[in-house]
Each structure stands twice: as C-alpha cells, then as structure tokens.
C-alpha cells in the first residue's frame, strides 16, 4: 500500500504542477486575479489560479484509480482493499468529490466577484449540510443525531475558515494544507484506513505540486478557490478516520485532529477573539495573525512561514504516540 500512497501523491502533485500554467493563463484572460494594494505586498497583479489546479490533481487520479479498479489493473491484494472502500463509502466518496467541487466553486466566485461575507457564509453552510447529510459526521461519544449533525457542519465551517484565514503569506496556507495531510495520512494508513489514506495522500500530493509556483516567491495565488478547497478537504479528512478503536485504545487519540490542525485553528481563534475585542467585523481581515507578529518580530516573511511550517509538523508529530 505504502507504493500505492506515494504514487497517488506523485501522481496528484504531477498534474497539479503541470495544469498550473495553463489555469494561470486562463485566469488572467478571465480577469481573475489579485491586485497590489491595501494590505498586500505583492508589486504585480497576480492570477487567483491555485485553487483549480489542485482540484485538478485531486480529481484526474482519482479518476484514473477508479478506471484501473474496473479494469483489474492493480495487484490483488491493494485492490481488493480498495474496492472493498469504495463499494461501502460510494456514496460519501461523491459526496466529498461533490462537496470539494462546490466548495471550490464558492471561492471561485468569491475570488471574480467578491461575494459579501454572509452570502459566502450561506454558501459554506449548505455545503457542510450537504455533507453531514450523506453519513460524514462525527458520531464518536455523541448519541444525539442533531448534535452530531451541527457538530460537524460547525467543524467543516470552522477548518474551512481557519485556512482562509491563513491565505496571508506565500506557501503559508498550501504549506500547512500538506502538513496536515501528511499526518492525517499516516495516521490512517497506520490504523488499516487505506482508503482515507489514499485520499489525505492524493490531496498532500495536489497542494505540493502547487507550491513551486506560490514560495519562496509566487506567480500564482492560491485563491479563495484554494483556500477554501484545503480547508474544506482538511475538515473531512479530519473526521473519516477512526482515531480511537480497540486496537488502538489509547482515548487521547480522539485529539489528533485538534493536534494536526492545531496551528491554524488557535490563530483563527486569537485573531477573531481580538477583532471582537476591538469592535472590529470578525470576518474582516487585518495583520494580527501570527505569520505577521513574527514579521513585526524581526524575522523575513519566508523565515515566518518556516517557523510555521516547523510548528504545525511538531505539534502534528504528538500524535504518532498513538498509533
């Protein structure tokens, strides 16, 4: 299985790297793109492209995983594993392929058109119901449906905006989304979930093949539609797996989430904590997010995202005594 990991990863950062200029090209003809200015510190305009090249990674294998299943192409044994996963999560895989795609779409929309924030709102509420309702949900410890319901909508609502919020520097956001990824993956994939697995490392391997183009130094955003995407798929990944089980009986398990995804949700809590306390709209955007107290600190911006990156694979790393 580890072979077939690294060629999903592979195989998605591929097709991300490569689909990336054309999607560049094509949004800058669609006058999709981010102007210098404000609170910006990019000198040119630069294409919002990101966000569809890594839907295309994340889907193109995907697709073709799917055909080579029909086809009996792969070894027995992975893909007997693997068609077990997708003939019982049918119908919740096309809810996240669908979801991921709506969700890409929102930001899209956001990035051309600068939706107000309650109708960007309205349109991540839907989705994270729609989710909920096709059986994605945390159920562990909790017995009542509704609160496993507005439990998980609030999660997906909340991950989502968390890396939205930390869209603020080069390679930050994509960098944390492979982070995460990587630990959620190994974690699955250690536990015998190789179909989450399978997708956390098909989405590393998509977010990754972005990154040459967004840092050290970018000429392409990632996007609302990127943003969006990763917190989105983050939010997923998060539940799909099962942390605690009986042959992994250690209850802390249960925080590995909160573990992984520890750095962008305590920023998302610190900046929307101290915009209410300044009388400020929480969902406005400002520089007191951690990336720009280190700038103000001394250090670079592409030192600040580093340190960043080093924290978010610490804390991560807590969780392989778990396994």
């Known amino acids: 299985m580890i072979g077939l990991y690294l060629l999903l990863a592979l195989g998605a950062g591929l097709v991300t790297f490569l689909s990336l200029p054309a999607w560049r090209d094509w949004s800058r003809r669609k006058g999709v793109t981010d102007e210098p200015g404000h609170r910006k510190h990019h000198a040119h305009s630069t294409p919002l492209a990101g966000g569809l090249a890594i839907l295309t990674g994340l889907i193109t294998p995907f697709i073709l995983l799917a055909v080579v299943l029909l086809l009996g192409l792969a070894p027995a044994e992975t893909a007997e594993r693997l068609r077990y996963g997708f003939t019982h999560r049918l119908g919740q895989l096309s809810a996240i392929f669908a979801g991921a795609a709506a969700m890409s779409w929102l930001g899209w929309m956001d990035d051309r058109h600068e939706l107000q924030a309650s109708a960007k709102f309205v349109g991540q509420l ?104 990763i917190g989105y798929l983050l ?74 990156w080093l924290l978010a694979g610490a804390i991560g790393a807590f969780t392989l005594r778990w396994l």
């Open 126 to 229: 839907a989705i994270a119901a729609l989710v909920a309702a096709a059986g994605i949900r945390i159920t562990l410890f909790i017995p009542s449906i509704v609160c496993s319901y507005l439990l998980t909508i609030l999660w997906i609502l909340t991950v989502t905006n968390a890396f939205n919020f930390m869209d603020n520097m080069n390679g930050l956001c994509a960098g944390l989304g492979v982070i995460a990824t990587g630990w959620l993956g190994v974690t699955s994939a250690a536990h015998g979930q190789y179909l989450v697995a399978a997708i956390a490392f098909l989405t590393l391997g998509a977010i990754a093949g972005f990154l040459p183009y967004n840092f050290p130094r970018a000429t392409v955003f990632l996007g609302d539609t990127g943003s969006h995407l």
């Open 235 to 308: 939010a997923v990944l998060a539940i799909l797996p099962h942390f605690y089980t009986r042959k992994t009986p250690h209850q802390w398990a249960v925080l590995s989430p909160l573990l992984i995804l520890a750095v962008p949700l305590l920023d998302l809590v610190w900046v929307v904590g101290l915009r209410l306390r300044l009388g400020k709209r929480f969902y406005v955007g400002d520089t007191n997010h951690l990336s720009h107290r280190l700038v103000r600190r001394g250090l670079s911006r592409v030192q600040a995202v580093l340190v960043i």
